[in-house]
C-alpha cells in the first residue's frame, strides 16, 4: 500500500510485501497479458517475478539464489492457501531464527561422491548454488544410477545436514494380497512393551525422554538457560545445549524405531496393527464444574500418560513399518481397536475383569495368557489370518516378571492399602490354580 499524497510507501523495508512501486504505478515485468487483457498474476506469481528484479537491484538479494528465495514464497503461498480454504489456521509470524533450511531445484546442486573409499563413510563434495564448493560426510552413499532430484540443506542444533531426495531405476514390488499370504503377524502397541507381537515376543520400550536420567538432566540444562540474561550470548550458549540433548534423545528414538520396524516386517508375510487415534488419547479431560467453578478432572495425572504416548511416537513406528512393508511387498492392515485388551482371543468374551495389570485370565473360559501378548493376538484374529507360529508361548515364557496379585493388601504398595483388593486366583477353577501353584506362582 502507498501513500499518494506523502509519496510514503509502507512495506519498503520489505520489498517482496509491495510490489507496487510509488504512486501505484505497476511494473510491466509484473503484469501478464491474457487473451488481450492486461492483469496482474497472483501473489505468489507476482512476488517470485519480483524476486527476480530485486536481485537486479539490490546486492544483498544477489547473494542469495533465486530458486531459494522462490521456494520460501511457494510455502508462504501455501499457508495462505490453506487458510483460505478453512484448512489451517492464519499463518503467523515467522522470525529469521525460524527457516532453518533451504532447498534447491533438481540439477542444481552438483555432487562429486567419493566411490574410491573403502571406508563407510567418507568425505564427499558438493557444489551449491550461490554459496560455493563444500565438503560433506558421505554417510550414505548415492547409487550411480539415481536421479538427484531436490536437495535440502538444513541446520541442527550440532551442525548442518543434506537431504536427498533421489528417484531410483528400480521399482517397488506388488503388495501382496491380503487373501494369499501365508503368514501373518498382529502388533499390539504399548507403554511397558513397545511393541507386543503375536508370537510371543516383544520390544522393549527405551523411554528415551521419560526416564528419570533424562528428565533431570533436562530440567538442569533448562534451568541454566532461564537463569540467563535474556537475548545474551550466555543464553544461546546454554539454549543449545538443550537443543543438542533434545537432538540426541529424537536421534536414538528413531534408530530404535528403525529396528523394531525391521523386526516386525521381517517377522511374517504380512502386519495387522491397530487403528489407533493417537491424538484423541492426548486430548486434554473435559472440564468438570459444579455451580461454575472447576473441579478436578483427572488432567494433572493424565499429564505423564501423554509425556509416555508422545515419548512412544507409535505414529512414527506405523509409518516406518508401512514403509519396509512397502519395499518388501508386504501388506498392512489396520483394524478397530475396540476391546483388543478385553477380548479373549480363545473364546472371544469380553469383560473389563478379564485384565489384572500385565496379566490375562478369561472369567468365562479361564484362558490364560500375557496381557499384551493376547491383545496382539486378538488383533490378529480381527483379520481373520493365520497365526505366525502354531506352538503359542506359555505365561512364564512371555514375560517372567508377570505375577498375580496377592490378597495382601501391604504386598501391594501404599496405594491398595485399605481397598481389600481380592486376586483372581481365588476366582478361578481348581485345574487351572493347580497349574499356577506348579509354576511356583502363587504363595
Not at 528465495?69 to 522470525?95: E, I, M, V
Not at 563434495?125 to 535440502?152: K, Q, W
Not at 496393527?273 to 464444574?289: P, S, V, Y
Not at 499356577?436 to 504363595?443: P, R, S
Request: charged content about 30%; aromatic content about 6%.
Amino acid at each position: 500500500m502507498c501513500d499518494i499524497e506523502t509519496k510514503i510507501e509502507y512495506g519498503s523495508f520489505c520489498p517482496l510485501t509491495c510490489p507496487v512501486v510509488k504512486h501505484g504505478v505497476m511494473s510491466a515485468g509484473l503484469t501478464k497479458i491474457s487473451k488481450g487483457i492486461l492483469s496482474w498474476g497472483n501473489a505468489s506469481d507476482v512476488q517470485s517475478k519480483r524476486t527476480t528484479e530485486l536481485r537486479v537491484e539490490n546486492p544483498y538479494y544477489a547473494r542469495i539464489n533465486s530458486d531459494v528465495l522462490q521456494g520460501n514464497l511457494a510455502k508462504l503461498d501455501t499457508a495462505y492457501n490453506g487458510f483460505f480454504n478453512h484448512k489451517r489456521g492464519f499463518p503467523a509470524f515467522r522470525k529469521v531464527s525460524n527457516f532453518n533450511s533451504f532447498q534447491y531445484k533438481p540439477d542444481k546442486a552438483k555432487f562429486t561422491v567419493n566411490r574410491s573409499s573403502n571406508k563407510k563413510q567418507c568425505y564427499s563434495h558438493i557444489y551449491l548454488p550461490s554459496i560455493g564448493d563444500m565438503r560433506y560426510i558421505d554417510s550414505r552413499a548415492i547409487p550411480e544410477n539415481a536421479d538427484i532430484r531436490t536437495v535440502t540443506v538444513m541446520k541442527e542444533a550440532d551442525g548442518w545436514y543434506i537431504s536427498v531426495l533421489l528417484k531410483l531405476v528400480d521399482e517397488l514390488p506388488d503388495i501382496a494380497e491380503l487373501e494369499s499370504v501365508k503368514s501373518a503377524v498382529g502388533i499390539d502397541m504399548g507403554i511397558n512393551k513397545l511393541i507386543s507381537l503375536s508370537d510371543g515376543s516383544f520390544v522393549e520400550n527405551p523411554k528415551f525422554s521419560t526416564k528419570k536420567k533424562t528428565r533431570r538432566l533436562l530440567r538442569i540444562r533448562q534451568r541454566r538457560v532461564n537463569r540467563k540474561v535474556l537475548g545474551s550470548k550466555n543464553r544461546s550458549k546454554a539454549g543449545l545445549q538443550v537443543a543438542k540433548l533434545h537432538k540426541k534423545i529424537r536421534d536414538k528414538r528413531s534408530d530404535n524405531q528403525w529396528k523394531a520396524a525391521h523386526k516386525v516386517v521381517r517377522t511374517a508375510a504380512a502386519v495387522i496393527r491397530e487403528d489407533l487415534n493417537i491424538q484423541g488419547m492426548k486430548a486434554r479431560c473435559k472440564t468438570k464444574r459444579v455451580k461454575g467453578r472447576a473441579m478436578p478432572n483427572g488432567q494433572s495425572a493424565k499429564r505423564g500418560l501423554n509425556r509416555a504416548i508422545s515419548d512412544a511416537s507409535w505414529g512414527a513406528i506405523f509409518s516406518k513399518i508401512a514403509w519396509l512393508a512397502v519395499k518388501s511387498g508386504k501388506p498392512v492392515l489396520a483394524v478397530n481397536p475396540k476391546h483388543t485388551s478385553q477380548e479373549c482371543s480363545n473364546c472371544g468374551h469380553i469383560s473389563k475383569d478379564n485384565r489384572d495389570g500385565e496379566k490375562f485370565i478369561c472369567s468365562s473360559c479361564g484362558h490364560i495368557d500375557h496381557a499384551d501378548t493376547q491383545a496382539s493376538r486378538t488383533i490378529l484374529s480381527r483379520a481373520k489370518l493365520k497365526f505366525v507360529s502354531k506352538d503359542i508361548k506359555i505365561l512364564p515364557a512371555d514375560c517372567g516378571k508377570v505375577t498375580l496379585v496377592r490378597n495382601d493388601p501391604a504386598s501391594n504398595g501404599k496405594r491398595d492399602q485399605g481397598r481389600n483388593r481380592i486376586s483372581k486366583v481365588n476366582n478361578i477353577n481348581p485345574e487351572k490354580r493347580i497349574f499356577f501353584e506348579q509354576l511356583n506362582l502363587v504363595n
